[in-house]
């Protein structure tokens, strides 16, 4: 069992920046590719961001390229999203997840899920 915790949402205006953090439970953490999903009011879970066991390779929404990052950090178990040029519509909830095994944009392959962390951006 892998239990993950993001941090680091809350308020920002319209252009301005934030990064989230998800903390993982175990070291076995570095074994698993880890993702960034986010669901507005009224709307699907949708994909966001990827990175693979090692960091190596990465994959973004067309959403979001350009303005986020991922990135993570084995020894602190921990992933990061690097969000800038935030935009309104940037407002969700985003869950950290999961996945054995390589890279996925769908929701229904994680494993292990956190419960989520806001962002509202302000126009």
């Known amino acids: 069992q892998v239990q993950l915790v993001e941090s680091g949402g809350g308020l920002v205006q319209a252009g301005g920046s934030l990064r989230l953090s998800c903390a993982a439970s175990?070291?076995?953490?570095?074994?698993?590719?880890m993702h960034w999903f986010r669901q507005a009011p009224g709307k699907e879970r949708d994909f966001v961001a990827a990175?693979?066991?090692?960091?190596?390779?990465?994959y973004y929404a067309d959403s979001v390229k350009g303005r986020f990052t991922i990135s993570r950090d084995n020894a602190k178990i921990t992933v990061y999203l690097q969000m800038s040029s935030l935009k309104p519509e940037d407002t969700a909830v985003y869950y950290c997840?999961?996945?054995?095994?390589?890279?996925?944009?769908?929701?229904?392959?994680?494993?292990?899920w956190g419960k989520g962390t806001l962002v509202t951006v302000s126009s």
């Open positions: 990175i693979s066991w090692s960091g190596g390779s990465t």
């Open positions: 175990r070291r076995t953490f570095s074994s698993y590719a």
């Open positions: 997840a999961a996945k054995s095994g390589p890279i996925t944009t769908s929701r229904i392959d994680m494993d292990y």
